[in-house]
């Protein structure tokens, strides 16, 4: 399966490594507590403002998470036009995804010039949502300094495939620099190091992996990024989603309301990792 041709997107505005304003921060039951590391992650400058590559869940209406009006599937990005870039030929990503009647996900990775290099079907996922995450093996190894698509769907009815709940995005591949090299040397064993020498050079992906899983014993840090660059992305998606409603649009407050459940939920959920079904 190839990806769905790319929507054009509005170019939005660099919304990473800067704290969140107290506009955005209605009523937060996720603090960022006091002392908190702060990885001070900033995404390169050539991937702010790029044309989004996500349009943003698919199909809302008989969707298979209908029942949350604006709580879609989201992939765990620094940037609203999911961007992320990796050091890793076979990088993990990860999603949140609402609570869901899907009959099963399907993940796909196709290169630059739209040839499909990975597909994994009837992935099971978890119907009361969470995290989720997937790892692309070695068999389907990325070459590094290239650009690749993604596409996650929810499977709502294999029949009706518009039905498909669906985000999707691009992974660019980097070789670590000199400085990045160095810092990762300096840091050893030390995941939470490790993570702060990826934050530093702008790589999302291992950044990312670092913290969420070592969140149970890192929770102040865990929290931290949620806070300071997943939340403000997911506030973009929601405002976005809310403009596109043709009726009944949601209210600020509403709005809000919202960005905390979904914060709150990517903050607290278990992660869990796809597999296939037998």
């Not at 670590?176 to 030390?190: F, H, M, R, S, V």
């Amino acid at each position: 399966m190839l990806l769905m041709g790319w929507k054009k997107s509005i170019q939005w505005k660099k919304i990473v490594g800067v704290l969140l304003s107290p506009a955005l921060v209605i009523g937060s039951g996720l603090v960022v507590p006091e002392g908190a590391l702060g990885l001070d992650f900033s995404a390169p400058s050539g991937d702010v403002g790029r044309p989004a590559s996500s349009m943003g869940g698919g199909t809302r209406g008989g969707s298979c998470t209908a029942s949350n009006p604006m709580g879609e599937l989201r992939a765990l990005m620094p940037l609203h036009n999911n961007i992320g870039r990796t050091t890793s030929q076979t990088p993990t990503m990860y999603w949140y995804v609402p609570k869901n009647t899907a009959k099963y996900g399907e993940f796909v990775v196709t290169d630059e010039e739209g040839n499909e290099l990975y597909l994994e079907e009837e992935l099971q996922v978890p119907a009361a949502g969470g995290l989720v995450k997937i790892t692309i093996p070695a068999t389907a190894m990325l070459e590094m300094g290239k650009e690749y698509k993604w596409q996650m769907s929810l499977v709502c009815d294999p029949e009706d495939r518009s039905t498909d709940e669906w985000d999707r995005g691009k992974l660019v591949t980097v070789t670590p620099d000199e400085n990045l090299q160095k810092a990762l040397e300096a840091a050893g064993t030390d995941t939470l190091k490790q993570a702060e020498a990826y934050a530093s050079a702008g790589i999302w992906q291992e950044t990312l992996g670092a913290i969420i899983e070592m969140r149970q014993e890192r929770q102040t840090e865990w929290t931290d990024l949620v806070e300071k660059v997943l939340k403000p992305v997911m506030q973009q998606h929601l405002a976005r989603e809310n403009e596109a409603r043709l009726n009944q649009k949601l209210s600020p407050e509403e709005l809000a309301q919202w960005l905390e459940q979904i914060t709150e939920a990517i903050a607290t959920s278990p992660l869990v990792e796809l597999t296939a079904a037998n």
